[in-house]
DNA sequence: GCCCATTTGTGCGTATGTATG
DNA sequence: GCATACATACGCACAAATGGG
């Protein structure tokens, strides 16, 4: 008999042989092989938060990976923020891995106790091909680019508008997804289920000028009101670029929480 | 007779192995010491960019750390930005290690080429014990807190208004010097270099509001203008809180490149 | 184009130390 | 004290990338 300490159950070694096999391709590193099942794991909510690993020397027994591989690919995925381990205690899926994972920029405003974030509802607004240049070429190369637009509400207290541009033949999922299943709650959800890829650096620009007039329109401000135009770039680990996202934010009472690349430490009051 | 194809020179494993005397202490490891070792030939500037490092067979071969270490702490420092590797060819110091490690945070704005920044130049304005609450308490805790505010002239074009709270008892050169030292350009490489820590974390809050009066009057725009408030807290790599910046940023033609944490891909020109 | 030395990158197996309950 | 499990370290072998002849 295990204990378990944590909530959550237990995970056997040769579930995650089987996974891992789907994985292993020649050529890629063992250890990431085996950080990609562990994701997809966790991804797919096979492990949900506190779900306990097996110890190093069960999956080393009966994986074909040798112990210091095995510690390798744990290692890999306590900097991403995947699971947390704690000596003579065990390894477990942490408690917050897929929303780290899954969205390290959607908006994130700090509420009034300074621990959690304010609620947001998006809805959806247009889904258009772009053809003409700008950051997101640069970013996401030649090739068709699709464009979402939509509107985010933020705890009722104020709108901004975002636009997020993505390549259909890396992500088909944007262009086969009806408008309706754009819209809501569970939008990133959707999005890096099908994308199935962490992301390994995130590039950011903020500039501060006023709001383009159609933007300003959306949000309920006047004309020529200056705000925040967030721009981010995002890359898979492997480094091939994933989407490039834009935000034009007015003047509002919050603070936005910004994503940092690989592990987010959260909020303060759970930082390093 | 080694070639060296980048800039600079090499380094010879005694030299290193002297080194890593001073940093080696009974508890730490042995990968953090090497790492340590070679954050602070760096840092104080012996070994400048592109100086090309030993191999691994001549490190492990000449220090008393078994290869496969002497790769972990290799990792590390890649994954810090401080060294770059290419197999076959070698291990040299990063373009702009320095830069990287030093000043994650300072100011950096686009020019018009797309893959440079804009000159900065930083302006003394005043030193001070501060004794209120705030966003710098929650994140250094309790204890003596000093901020150094400055009015930073971005390429002839902007200004804006930087805070920086530290605690005197872990820099004390920031009391220690004198306020014309704290002037100009060369502030960030003073800081880190008595510093001696490599940024492990950033967290970064940004919000939209009017300026406060004081901070308008400064650089140069009328009372109530609305502006980006941008927050950053800083840990080491060993988890201790090292400071907390906040920038009050006018409207302004540029785009800001925001820090990530840890490793920085650079302008996108560069980008992974 | 091809071989070859150099150097990094990956993987294995083992041993030992240290934190936790 | 004791068992468990993570953490560090060692030494070796081989694969893959790079650059020069």
Redesign the pocket.
């Known amino acids: 008999m ?1 204990t378990p300490p944590p909530p959550a159950g237990t995970t056997d070694p040769q579930g995650l042989a089987s996974r891992l096999g789907r994985f292993a391709r020649p ?1 890629l ?3 990431v092989a085996l950080r990609d099942a562990v994701v997809d794991a966790v991804n797919t909510g096979q492990w949900p938060a506190g779900t306990r ?1 097996p ?3 069960d999956l080393a027994a009966h994986l ?6 095995i ?1 390798r690919a ?1 290692r890999l995925l306590v900097e991403e923020g995947i699971i947390v ?7 477990f899926v942490a408690p917050t891995a897929i929303g780290r994972m899954n969205s390290p920029l959607h908006c994130r405003f700090v509420d009034d106790t300074g621990r959690d974030y304010l609620p947001v509802r998006s809805q959806f607004l247009s889904r258009a091909e772009v053809a003409t240049k700008g950051p997101w070429t640069e970013a996401l190369g030649a090739g068709r680019i699709l464009m979402i637009e939509r509107l985010m509400h933020i705890g009722d207290e104020f709108r901004l508008v975002s636009r997020i541009y993505v390549r259909p033949d890396v992500l088909p999922v944007f262009e086969e997804l009806p408008a309706r299943k754009l819209d809501g709650e569970n939008f990133k959800d959707i999005m890096w289920r099908h994308a199935g890829q962490a992301i390994g650096a995130v590039q950011q620009f903020l500039s501060v000028r006023p709001l383009p007039d159609d933007v300003a329109k959306r949000v309920g401000v006047k004309r020529g009101t200056p705000g925040s135009h967030l721009e981010a770039f995002a890359w898979s680990t492997g480094g091939t670029p994933l989407y490039f996202q834009e935000f034009f934010i007015p003047p509002h009472g919050r603070r936005m929480h910004l994503p940092s690349s690989g592990r987010d430490p959260g909020l303060l009051a759970d930082a390093p």
Chains 1, 2 share one sequence.
């Open positions: 295990r050529g590193p063992k250890y690993l110890n190093e020397q074909p990976i040798a112990l210091g591989t510690q744990l381990r704690r000596s003579g205690h065990g390894t």
